[in-house]
């Protein structure tokens, strides 16, 4: 689920990201604040940029996770959705209290 933190931090881990999850959907809830729509090709390639692999990738390394793109498809529509509703719950992507950075 895209707004579950472990699951951005597997699928980091399982790309073998030196970046942070937070890291990146920070930079989506900015862009997307500041009115960008990104299309899904655009949102992929920062997605590839951040976690450090080529674009091409996506369909040629069989060491990605298969379900990557789809699992930042869904984040980035959740983030508008949620960014856009009246509710005022929208809530970054964050870490337990406890969880510890290196």
């Known amino acids: ?9 597997n699928l980091f881990t399982r790309c073998r ?12 809830c900015g862009r ?5 729509r ?13 976690v450090g ?5 996506l369909t040629s390394d069989d060491d990605l996770p298969p379900e990557l793109p789809a699992f930042m498809d869904e ?3 959740q983030t508008l ?6 509710d005022m719950a929208f809530q970054p992507l964050l870490p337990e209290d406890d969880y510890a950075f290196d």
């Open 53 to 57: 692999i080529a674009p091409g990738a």
């Open 17 to 28: 990201a030196f970046s942070h999850p937070s890291e990146l959907h920070g930079g989506l």
């Open 1 to 9: 689920m895209p707004d579950d933190f472990e699951g951005w931090a």
């Open 75 to 77: 984040a980035y529509h």
């Open 32 to 36: 997307l604040a500041a009115g960008a």
């Open 38 to 50: 990104l299309s899904e090709q655009q949102w992929l390639e920062v997605v590839c940029e951040h």
């Open 81 to 86: 959705d949620r960014l856009r509703a009246t």
